[in-house]
């Protein structure tokens, strides 16, 4: 009676020693994510047609965005002069992705984010592009895979 949740509590434990590990040895050994990872986004300023649908359905409005007409006074629409995204709000939501109707701001697999400052999390337009991690696939619809 007194010994039998002890003698239960002890064969868990051993099985668990047993059992193979299940840990990454982080940051030696590199974890993949799956597909619908939503991690930090990725512009591509040059499919931009400066709609501001992704800062209007943010719901943390940690997006700005400005345009200025464009340079060729034969074509219509808005060239991307400045586009920021405040990452000590931004709640990796994917909202902002799916509305584009471009594909201009996709998310990748990074997540490694880590900064000294809050200031050092506002990122601008050419960090954003130059994020060198890879858009996730889902989010890659001109693509073949």
Sequence with gaps: MFGGGVL???TVTLK???RPKVTTRYPDETYTFPNR??????LYPEKCIVCNQCAMVCPT???TIRGKPHPDPAKKGKVLEAFEIHFDTCILCDLCTEVCP???IVMTNRFELAEY???ALQKDMTWLTENPAEAREVNLPWRKT
Excluded at 37 to 42: A, L, N, P, V
């Design 37 to 42: 990872f939503r991690g930090i986004q990725k």
């Design 61 to 63: 409005q940690c997006i």
């Design 8 to 10: 239960k509590g002890l």
């Design 102 to 104: 471009t594909e201009a």
């Design 117 to 119: 400052t809050r200031d």
């Design 16 to 18: 668990e020693m047993i």
